[in-house]
């Protein structure tokens, strides 16, 4: 089941293996939670109507064969995601460029997120999952789906409300930008805490963790802030055709995005809404759309190295 592709023939045989195990555990899916309807069921109306001990346990039962049975479903589901991910998509990826892999073993792990400097706050919750990664020309790229969450915590009359709040939801991209940096840059939205925090930066420098860079173009100054512990090394990475580079992939994108250059990386974080990579149930593997929503992902990423000139080498590593 999990054999490469090679070949149109093979894979038009594994997609139909594949659509097979989707209908049975779609299947499955559907008479496990009606087992379990039914036992919450019996169980509400035994309770409703104060009805014999009998029955209400016999609700019970039932909905513990319920859980049982979604449980012993688990296998099933884990094998169709993974060769699902790991033919199909893996094929996908590779009529883009031979060197593309997905891993839905790795991902971005929770210390490089908050290395990475692309935001201000520490995550309280992190998950990430699916690396694609890859080279364009000479450079090497990765990126990761993450969901990185804050809390705060409220004093009520009853006690305390925990809420949760999104830092990121979407995707993290990050690739070799052939220069090891001195210090970090950062470039994030200019939305009220940025601009807030970027008189915070000027007036008590003593309070921030870098100084704010003044850049000279309008359209980027209009979208982001950028701060460095760094200035003149600032400069240089933010010329001005990388500010409209910048501005340029800003625009092809929903949400404004944020980057940082720290190491010898660039990451760029995308506010996305979609769950990528995840291998449908209730919808046919041979609709000709089904990768669609995530091979114009990978396009786009893959794009970004063109759109930055990575590929340009006018540093040496040193």
Not at 3 to 20: F, G, K, N, W
Not at 217 to 240: G, H, M
Request: charge should be negative; glycine fraction near 6%.
């Amino acid at each position: 089941m999990t054999s490469s592709i090679t070949d149109d023939a093979s894979r038009r045989q594994i997609l139909t293996e594949l659509e097979a195990l989707r209908k049975e555990i779609y299947g499955l899916k559907i008479k496990n939670y009606t087992i379990l309807g039914i036992g919450v069921l019996i169980f509400i109306l035994g309770i409703v109507f104060d009805v014999l001990i009998p029955v209400i346990l016999s609700g019970i039962a039932i909905v513990i064969y319920g859980f049982v049975m979604i449980s012993k479903a688990g296998p099933r589901e884990i094998q169709y995601r993974h060769s699902y991910k790991y033919a199909l998509v893996t094929h996908a990826l590779k009529t883009i460029d031979e060197s593309l892999q997905i891993d839905s073993t790795q991902a971005l792990s929770e210390q490089t997120f908050i290395s990475s400097r692309l935001f201000s706050k520490t995550p309280d919750r992190y998950h990430s999952e699916d690396q694609v990664y890859g080279v364009a020309g000479k450079t090497k790229f990765s990126f990761s789906e993450v969901h990185a969450e804050y809390k705060t915590v409220t004093q009520t009359k009853n006690g305390q409300r925990v809420d949760w709040h999104d830092i990121l939801k979407g995707i993290v991209f990050s690739a070799d930008f052939n220069k090891n940096f001195n210090g970090t840059t950062m470039v994030r939205p200019k939305d009220f805490s940025a601009v807030f925090g970027a008189w915070i930066s000027t007036a008590l420098p003593i309070f921030s963790s870098g100084e704010v860079v003044k850049l000279e173009n309008p359209d980027f100054d209009k979208n982001f802030v950028t701060y460095s512990d760094d200035q003149v090394e600032a400069r240089y990475i933010l010329t001005s055709s990388m500010m409209e580079r910048i501005c340029e992939l800003n625009n092809r994108s929903k949400e404004t995005i944020s980057l940082s250059f720290t190491g010898n990386l660039v990451f760029i974080a995308f506010p996305l809404s979609g769950n990528y990579f995840e291998p449908p149930f209730s919808k046919s593997l041979m609709d000709e759309a089904l990768l669609q929503k995530d091979i114009e992902l990978v396009q786009f990423m893959y794009a970004i190295i063109t759109e930055l000139d990575l590929n340009t080498r006018i540093w040496g590593k040193n």
